[in-house]
């Protein structure tokens, strides 16, 4: 009875997905479509290429994100340096950070932090993380990450941002599928990392202010070197 359960649990969430899916994919669809009969008629302009595109890589990002999260994925987990991996995911965003007048401080205490991990599905938990910290800080700001061990055998990444904050009853919602307040966000990214972190034996955790910040922190199991 409980196998039969979580197979049609299963389903009904893939159901979902693929609904939701099907729908964030037809409204771009249906701008573009509208602006290519329109400039049958008209000459192209520069705003109607700008709109094309952006409506053209919302596609993509919602279809490539689908993807990530689709794919079957036997994971390898490999001994990792989880202090290396953070201060080279912090390398990738400095530019954007820079251009937003966002600056991030890596604090972490003088030990080694072994994990075992996918690397590039942890980078994308912290990618994901660390994108939504800096879209919620419009004036820029400090984002707080911070390294510790919990006990001798968990470690604790944490990102405080100085942003909008979430409303206290909306937490539970985060890593819904397609949960979104954003106009031009997916509600992917929180689900992508949920599902990794889960698949690294970890945790996800969130506490947060309405216009103070949020703090995310993910627990993680270290290695005994
Ligand atoms: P997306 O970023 O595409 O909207 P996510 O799954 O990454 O999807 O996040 C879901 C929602 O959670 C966001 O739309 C936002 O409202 C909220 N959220 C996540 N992280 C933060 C944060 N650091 N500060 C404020 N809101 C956040
Ligand atoms: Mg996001």
Avoid: W
């Avoid at 700008?50 to 689908?66: F, K, P, Q, V």
Wanted: charged content about 25%; proline content about 4%.
């Amino acid at each position: 009875a409980e196998e039969f359960l979580l197979q049609s649990e299963k389903l009904s969430i893939v159901g979902e997905l693929a609904a939701g899916v099907a729908h964030e994919i037809r409204n771009p669809l249906t701008t573009i479509k509208g602006f290519v009969q329109l400039y049958k008629k008209e000459n192209s302009s520069i705003e109607f290429n700008d709109l094309l595109l952006s409506e053209l890589e919302r596609i993509e990002t919602i279809t490539s994100e689908m993807l990530s999260l689709g794919k079957p994925q036997a994971i390898q987990l490999k001994r990792t340096d989880l202090r290396e991996l953070l201060e080279n995911t912090l390398d990738l965003l400095q530019p954007q950070a820079y251009m937003n007048d966002i600056q991030f401080k890596l604090e972490f205490e003088e030990s080694p932090y072994f994990i075992t991990s996918e690397k590039n599905q942890l980078k994308q938990v912290f990618l994901n993380i660390l994108k939504n910290a800096m879209e919620a800080m419009n004036e820029g700001g400090i984002i707080q990450i911070n390294l510790r061990k919990e006990s001798e055998h968990e470690c604790i990444i944490s990102f405080q941002d100085q942003g909008v904050g979430i409303p206290e009853e909306l937490l539970p919602r985060l890593g819904e599928p397609f949960y979104s307040l954003k106009e031009k966000g997916t509600g992917l990214g929180l689900m992508i990392c949920h599902k990794i972190i889960k698949q690294h034996q970890g945790d996800i955790h969130y506490k947060s202010e309405v216009n103070k910040g949020t703090l995310v922190e993910i627990k993680l199991p270290l290695l005994s070197n």
